[in-house]
């Protein structure tokens, strides 16, 4: 397994410090399994201000459409074959079509009847029963045959900085039959390496981790939590990989509540940073692929400029899909082991 990196060096005269040289370095990180290039840089501390989010939550909390008796009254409900109960619920989650479909079987489910979860308020018990909704669902389509149960992907996109309309915690549920790109592009890349060394790379790749320390953060049951060498997120990303799980249908319940525990620990971890919002992606290969490891990212998102409201992805990110890492990987790992 190589981890390649190309060492770069600016060099700029400092009016301040009359004229003198300093060089500032950077590196270009190769992803192990893909190939895909990230950016790292020494662009600023690793410190943000969390706003008071009160008003916020105040003006949003009369319209919200998953809020009291609305989440049962205006949101959609599923076509008889898939769910006759019209929505899926568990205590008070609520899981229903997304009125914004871009697949065929996409589901949104709340997390509960509260507007607002401050991201270190979330137990391991509510994260469990939301995923454990959306295995509900995830099973549904695959018994009635649906031609697009076939990558069961939970997203979750928490606060608006991380592309959440709502404040109101939700998942992202959807089933499908087109891998989008950069999960399409790491299943490709593993059959060749599985093919190439008869073996799995997420495998080799914890072995590896856990070996070296650098970027290991620790293992939860079967699931191992590392900090990605080739990051997508502007803090880097956290990286949870599923011993012995191909595809999310092989997560067992007890996976499901490991899977929750390192979740609100990297939460925590990033909250300390002043960090408010993050994506998290399931990665998913279908059951019985012998290359593909069922994994996640958590990435947390902020801002570039957070008084002008400036995303963290700009031109380079979103035309080019280059990414950038405003710390080493290896550095941002130290800061999170105290939680793990
Ligand atoms: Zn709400």
């Known amino acids: ?24 370095p950077s590196e270009i990180r190769v992803d192990p399994l893909t190939g895909r290039t990230a950016r790292i840089c020494h662009f600023m501390k690793l410190a943000w201000e969390k706003p008071a989010f009160d008003d916020l939550v105040k003006s949003t909390a009369a319209s919200c459409p998953f809020c009291d008796e609305r989440v049962t009254s205006v949101t959609p409900c599923f076509p008889e074959e898939i769910a006759p109960e ?31 979860v401050p991201m270190t308020s979330f137990s391991i018990h509510r994260l469990v029963e939301a995923f454990q909704l959306a295995m509900r669902f995830f099973r549904r389509v695959k018994e009635i045959g649906h031609p697009e149960a076939v990558y069961p992907i939970i997203n979750w996109n928490y606060m608006p900085p991380s592309g959440s309309s709502l404040i109101h915690p ?42 070296t320390g650098e970027r290991y953060l620790g293992t939860i049951g079967r699931t191992a939590w590392l900090s990605a060498y080739a990051p997508m ?3 880097g ?12 249908l092989d997560l067992t319940d007890g996976d499901l ?10 939460m925590a971890a990033y909250d300390a940073m002043g960090i408010y919002s993050f994506n998290m992606n399931f990665f998913t290969g279908e059951p019985g692929d012998r290359h593909a490891r069922f994994h996640l990212l958590f990435s947390p998102r902020t801002f570039f400029n957070q008084s002008l409201g400036t995303p963290d992805i700009g031109a380079l990110r979103n035309l080019f899909n280059e990414t950038l890492c405003m710390a080493y990987p290896e550095e941002i790992n130290r800061m999170l082991q105290t939680h793990f």
């Open 1 to 24: 397994m190589e981890f390649h990196a190309v060492q770069k060096e600016t060099v700029m005269r400092n009016p301040a410090k009359n004229m003198a040289e300093r060089s500032i």
């Open 86 to 116: 019209g929505r899926m619920q568990s205590g008070d989650m609520v899981l229903f079509p997304n009125i914004a479909p871009y697949d065929s079987l996409g589901a949104v489910a709340t997390l509960g009847s509260a507007h607002y």
């Open 170 to 211: 939700h998942l992202q549920v959807f089933a499908t039959s087109s891998a989008p790109n950069l999960m399409r592009q790491e299943l490709e890349a593993a059959v060749l390496y599985h093919r190439r060394h008869q073996r799995n790379f997420w495998d080799d790749l914890v072995a590896h981790e856990q070996e």
């Open 233 to 235: 997120g502007v803090a």
């Open 237 to 248: 990303d956290v990286l949870a990989v599923v011993e012995g799980a191909a595809c999310t």
């Open 257 to 266: 509540e490991d899977i929750a525990d390192g979740l609100t620990r990297a």
